[in-house]
Antibody, heavy 123, light 113 residues
Framework: EVQLVESGGGLVQPGGSLRLSCVAS????????MHWVRQAPGKGLVWVSR????????TYADSVKGRFTISRDNAKNTVYLQMNSLRAEDTAVYYC????????????????WGQGTTVTVSS | DIVMTQSPDSLAVSLGERATINCKSS????????????LAWYQQKPRQPPKLLIY???TRESGVPDRFSGSGSGTDFTLTISSLQAEDVAVYYC?????????FGPGTTVDIK
């Protein structure tokens, strides 16, 4: 079964740090580009970051640039999101999702999503 | 950056009736080199992650019922549910994947009248 499982969420104070993990199974992880998308309580979906299949091509939303770092370990089938200098507005459910970019070299939609992990930034 | 808008914000449709959601991008998401529209539709039910329904503006994802269809090109797109079922109650988002940042529309809530 194709699956993505996020972990690492929790309650953190403003200015603090957290590292999210997303473990993939049921498919060849190293063949897929990966994304993080977040959703604040009661709000819509917001794209956060993307990493290509080998970690050499990374992009971020302006709202997290300089504070968040995406990375991956293909040997562990895991993508990470290191979040520093956290703010109240980073409070959200964070989803990881895969993208079949390598299929043809073009951008693709996110076809498999994890269940999400909740990050709460509050004092 | 490409900005996505959707209309209406919400709609209530009787069971078996048609539901139509519109999505507009601030610039064309039609990629000339492969003549494809980089536009996807997702369905999100309460307490669940989003689910991909439609990509390339009109291609149904595997396993998605054929009552869901997508149309449009360039900057204007439509998701149609031809005969609304109870299990279709959800929020629907359009998203472009033309180039980063891959923004989503604000969502349209579909409910039963």
């Amino acid at each position: 079964e194709v699956q993505l499982v996020e972990s690492g969420g929790g309650l953190v104070q403003p200015g603090g740090s957290l590292r999210l993990s997303c473990v993939a199974s049921g498919f060849t992880f190293s063949n897929y580009w990966m994304h993080w998308v977040r959703q604040a309580p009661g709000k819509g979906l917001v794209w956060v970051s993307r990493i290509n299949h080998d970690g050499s091509d990374i992009t971020y939303a302006d709202s997290v640039k300089g504070r968040f770092t995406i990375s991956r370990d293909n040997a562990k089938n895991t993508v990470y999101l290191q979040m520093n200098s956290l703010r109240a507005e980073d409070t959200a459910v964070y989803y990881c999702a895969r993208d079949n970019h390598l299929r043809d070299g073009y951008n693709h939609p996110m076809d498999v999503w994890g269940q999400g992990t909740t990050v709460t930034v509050s004092s | 950056d490409i900005v996505m808008t959707q209309s209406p914000d919400s709609l209530a449709v009787s069971l078996g009736e048609r539901a139509t959601i519109n999505c507009k991008s601030s610039q064309s998401v039609l990629f000339s080199s492969n003549n494809k529209n980089y536009l996807a539709w997702y369905q999100q039910k309460p307490r669940q992650p989003p689910k991909l329904l439609i990509y390339w503006a009109s291609t149904r994802e595997s396993g998605v019922p054929d009552r869901f269809s997508g149309s449009g090109s360039g900057t204007d797109f439509t998701l149609t549910i031809s005969s609304l079922q109870a299990e279709d109650v959800a929020v629907y988002y359009c998203q472009h994947y033309y180039n980063p940042p891959f923004s989503f529309g604000p969502g349209t809530t579909v409910d039963i009248k």
